[in-house]
């Protein structure tokens, strides 16, 4: 079930996504009168499954779902349409347009996306505001990892800055050491200031680190009882607070953790403090993972903000959160391009992009993710491969600039090496996806 509803989330954004994308290249192309001979959501190799004509347009949904494209006449473009070009130039062609015209065809649907990114981030804001965790609440500090610990940070560590420079948000904290250039995070521990230098070798590990090497530290507050499981059995009940356990004092969640890790197929015994102020002893069993069947608020104890949004202050917060979002997706490439990270390891296709989705349906999360992977869909259809929208532009930029038409067999030639190194790297990040999937 869970996996049915990430694959629908998955198939209604993308959906979303390649529709305004197209619509992007389809206005400009009518704008300018130039024909567009097909409008399609998913490629239609040899059939589709719905299609009608209107105008001189056939708009169609195909059965491969990896995208979508519109077909504008007299362009190279993956239909590879070479009859269409042997003909002469017609005044309705993309090739018989102004070269400016032609870039402003080329780049709409990223102008699209950039524009849908920032229209969701507005609505977002104005809907349900924005709730973080200031750096100032972490009353507790952090907890880490096996990852965080190797990396210098230990439990209880209460970050100042990075590089020198403080900030707000804690999700900020987590980003810059992953996304800044050189990282010297200087912080507080028992009480002494010091610091942790985290190299770009060190990088791989923080990626491949499944629940974040640093988290922020909270008490051990239940919030649900799985049935039937131990912790059921032993009385413990929602809201309780663990406070103890064999009589020793324990304070947070990761202290908690740590224990029963340590005390698997055991008998143990847990204080708790109920939500009327008093204490009561429970026996429960530690299972043989180091579960006792409950589900946590690891954040308890721990102030979180909310900020409302009126309709027109959402709109410069929300364009604001955009063009950071975009900024935060190119800084992540230059970890790809870094072979120091081996980042590029985390390339994934539909299988990581699913996986981001929640396994329940969440509107709010839902728009979140439509408006960051319709970013990530323009920056990467801007890049200069031929066979992307980057290709085409970087082929009419340098007409604008040389005064000279590339010639057309160029232009057939570097689409499809664009191809293939477009085939090369999904099927690379497909490999990716298994590895992760098995291993």
């Not at 169609?60 to 362009?75: A, D, F, N, R």
């Not at 062609?93 to 065809?105: G, V």
């Not at 230990?154 to 900020?172: A, E, L, P, T, Y």
């Not at 009940?237 to 356990?245: N, Q, R, S």
């Amino acid at each position: 079930m869970v996996f049915l509803i990430k694959a629908a989330q998955l198939l209604l954004s993308l959906s979303i996504l390649v529709i305004i994308h197209e619509l992007g290249h389809f206005g400009f192309a009518k704008l300018f009168k130039t024909r567009v001979e097909k409008f399609y959501l998913f490629f239609d190799a040899w059939f589709s499954l719905f299609k009608f004509k209107k105008g001189e347009t056939e708009y169609g949904i195909g059965w491969i779902p990896l995208g979508g494209y519109v077909k504008i006449s007299g362009m190279i473009d993956e239909s590879m349409d070479k009859e269409q070009l042997a003909q002469p130039e017609q005044p309705w062609e993309f090739r018989a347009k102004k070269s400016w015209q032609r870039l402003l065809i080329m780049l709409g649907g990223v102008i699209m996306n950039f524009v849908l990114a920032g229209l969701i981030y507005i609505l977002v804001l104005f809907a349900w505001g924005n709730d973080y965790i200031p750096v100032e609440n972490m009353k507790y500090g952090i907890s880490v990892d096996s990852t965080g610990y190797n990396l210098g940070f230990r439990n209880g560590d209460k970050i100042i800055s990075i590089n020198n420079k403080k900030f707000q948000k804690f999700s900020d904290i987590q980003k810059e050491i992953l996304l800044s250039d050189s990282k010297v995070v200087q912080l507080e521990r028992n009480g002494k200031k010091t610091e942790v230098t985290i190299n770009d070798s060190q990088i791989k590990s923080i990626i491949d680190s499944k629940h974040g090497f640093i988290s922020i530290r909270g008490e051990f507050v239940i919030a649900d009882i799985l049935k039937n499981s131990n912790a059921e059995k032993a009385g413990i009940e929602k809201d309780d607070k663990l406070i103890a356990v064999n009589d020793s004092s324990l304070n947070f969640f990761d202290e908690y953790v740590h224990y029963f890790k340590e005390h698997k197929s055991e008998n143990v015994s847990i204080t708790v403090k109920k939500t009327d102020g008093t204490n009561k002893k429970l026996n429960v069993a530690v299972d043989s993972i180091g579960h006792i069947g409950v589900r946590t608020n690891s954040l308890a104890g721990i102030e979180t903000e909310h900020q409302d949004y009126s309709f027109f202050e959402s709109i410069p917060a929300g364009l604001s959160m955009g063009i950071e979002k975009v900024s935060d997706y190119l800084r992540q490439f230059k970890l790809i391009f870094n072979p120091e990270t081996k980042a590029y390891n985390s390339l994934g296709s539909f299988g990581t992009i699913g996986s981001m989705f929640p396994s329940q349906w969440d509107w709010h999360s839902f728009w979140l993710l439509t408006a960051f992977l319709s970013i990530m869909l323009g920056v990467v259809n801007i890049l200069p491969i031929p066979a992307l929208d980057g290709g085409h532009v970087m082929f009419v930029l340098y007409e604008m600039i040389s005064g000279r038409k590339p010639n057309d067999k160029v232009l057939e030639y570097a689409q499809i090496g664009g191809f293939v190194i477009l085939i090369s790297l999904m099927v690379f990040a497909l490999k990716n996806d298994i590895v992760r999937f098995f291993f």
